[in-house]
């Protein structure tokens, strides 16, 4: 199932369903975001990373209305003060 492979991938990577509730997650995704292993399935993306840019946001709501989009890299700054770079 796609679950499965996304539970085993061997890179970040995460399913969400439309309300950006967390399905499966890979442990390297899980590791990178500081997510709990146990609890974070169900959850809304943007409860878990409340520090998401805005224009990450309307990217999201784009992509879920159907357009394509990429970026090659961009740092996200983390609540903590870490600074991560994201290629979507």
Not at 22 to 29: D, V
Not at 34 to 44: E, I, K, V
Not at 68 to 79: D, H, I, T
Request: a neutral charge; hydrophobic letters at 40%; charged letters at 25%.
């Amino acid at each position: 199932t796609l679950r499965r492979f996304v539970d085993d991938a061997p890179v970040a990577l995460a399913m969400l369903d439309a309300d950006l509730r967390y399905l499966a997650a890979s442990p390297r995704w899980i590791a990178d975001y500081g997510l709990n292993a146990a609890t974070y399935r169900g959850s809304r993306h943007y409860d878990l990373c409340p520090e998401l840019p805005d224009h990450w946001k309307s990217v999201h709501a784009r992509c879920l209305a159907g357009a394509v989009e990429e970026c090659p890299g961009e740092p996200f700054l983390r609540a903590d003060g870490r600074r991560q770079w994201v290629r979507w």
